[in-house]
């Protein structure tokens, strides 16, 4: 049993969990994710880490289905059945000077261990972080500790820039040059982002999240076309060059399943 030591509501959607988890707390680079189940009975969830403490992982999650809102109901005390991990490959790290991270959503939770890493590298950091509004904003004070700018949109304009982070994007490129962009959130904001970049030639690392049930390569679920090749996020990602992932076809399957109904899929799937 894996312990809740600490719970935040980052918003009305949003929680963060502090998890004890030694041996993945201990093991974890950046990109690997965990996949829990609240209590015997549960369905398997892919998370991945947004910090590590010591002995101690910090997990965000997003209030969408019957499984996370059953996470959503536990406190402060009460155990996790299964915590398993890390799984997936480490983030591969770029050499290069400068960075920019461009994080949609609850996208800047998996977003946060790979940036920090290249700031810890000593490489330059600038961050675009998009939501719907302002209070769907999260993790701006994590951010702040490593990061040298931080350009922040909005949809509905309740804060910064009223626009999508391409939008962000394209305002930044006309005064600056980053070597490098990893961009995490949405299918389609990455589909976007990647494009808008290839104008520019400048690459972007994105992460993948298809549905996923076993984490261990086993049940094909999670498959993603790269460069015309097929791959299994849970093991040969989620981080992939965004130039190469065919956006259409995960769109096209992810439309296959939406929230509430996608998980009880899965638990058929899964008896
Ligand atoms: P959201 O739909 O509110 O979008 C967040 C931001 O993404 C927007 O504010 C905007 O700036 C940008 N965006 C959205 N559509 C865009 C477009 N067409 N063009 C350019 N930019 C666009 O995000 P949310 O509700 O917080 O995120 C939920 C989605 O993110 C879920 O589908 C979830 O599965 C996914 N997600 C992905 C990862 C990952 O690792 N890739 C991690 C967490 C969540
Ligand atoms: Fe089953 Fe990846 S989740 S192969």
């Given at each position: 049993?894996?312990?809740?030591?600490?719970?935040?509501?980052?918003?009305?959607?949003?929680?963060?969990?502090?998890?004890?988890?030694?041996?993945?707390?201990?093991?974890?680079?950046?990109?690997?994710?965990?996949?829990?189940?609240?209590?015997?009975?549960?369905?398997?969830?892919?998370?991945?880490?947004?910090?590590?403490d010591g002995e101690n992982v910090t997990i965000v999650y997003q209030k969408l289905g019957y499984s996370t809102r059953k996470l959503g109901?536990?406190?402060?005390?009460?155990?996790?059945?299964?915590?398993?991990?890390?799984?997936?490959?480490?983030?591969?790290?770029?050499?290069?000077?400068?960075?920019?991270?461009?994080?949609g959503g609850v996208g800047?939770?998996?977003?946060?261990?790979?940036?920090?890493?290249?700031?810890?590298?000593?490489?330059?950091?600038?961050?675009?972080?998009?939501?719907?509004?302002?209070?769907?904003?999260?993790?701006?004070?994590?951010?702040?500790?490593?990061?040298?700018?931080?350009?922040?949109?909005?949809d509905d304009g309740s804060a910064g820039l009223k626009g999508f982070v391409t939008d962000q994007i394209k305002e930044l490129y006309k005064t600056k040059k980053y070597d490098h962009t990893v961009a995490i959130g949405p299918l389609i904001m990455m589909k976007f982002v990647v494009k808008l970049n290839k104008e520019y030639g400048v690459s972007t690392d994105v992460s993948l999240n298809p549905i996923m049930i076993d984490g261990t390569g086993m049940c094909g679920n999670c498959r993603v076309t790269i460069a015309d090749k097929t791959f299994f996020a849970c093991i040969d990602g989620p981080d992939f060059p965004g130039e190469e992932v065919d956006f259409d076809e995960l769109l096209a399957r992810q439309s296959y399943y939406k929230n509430e109904e996608h998980e009880c899929n899965l638990k058929l799937v899964q008896k």
């Open positions: 049993m894996y312990k809740i030591l600490d719970k935040k509501a980052l918003n009305k959607d949003v929680d963060l969990l502090v998890v004890h988890g030694p041996f993945v707390a201990k093991n974890a680079r950046p990109g690997h994710f965990i996949i829990l189940r609240v209590d015997d009975e549960g369905e398997r969830i892919p998370l991945t880490i947004a910090e590590l109901e536990l406190e402060i005390g009460d155990d996790i059945a299964d915590f398993v991990g890390p799984l997936g490959k480490e983030s591969h790290i770029r050499e290069v000077k400068s960075v920019l991270g461009i994080a800047a939770a998996p977003l946060l261990p790979q940036l920090r890493e290249y700031a810890e590298r000593g490489i330059s950091v600038d961050l675009v972080i998009g939501a719907r509004s302002k209070e769907h904003l999260i993790l701006l004070d994590k951010y702040l500790e490593f990061c040298d700018k931080i350009y922040i949109c909005t």
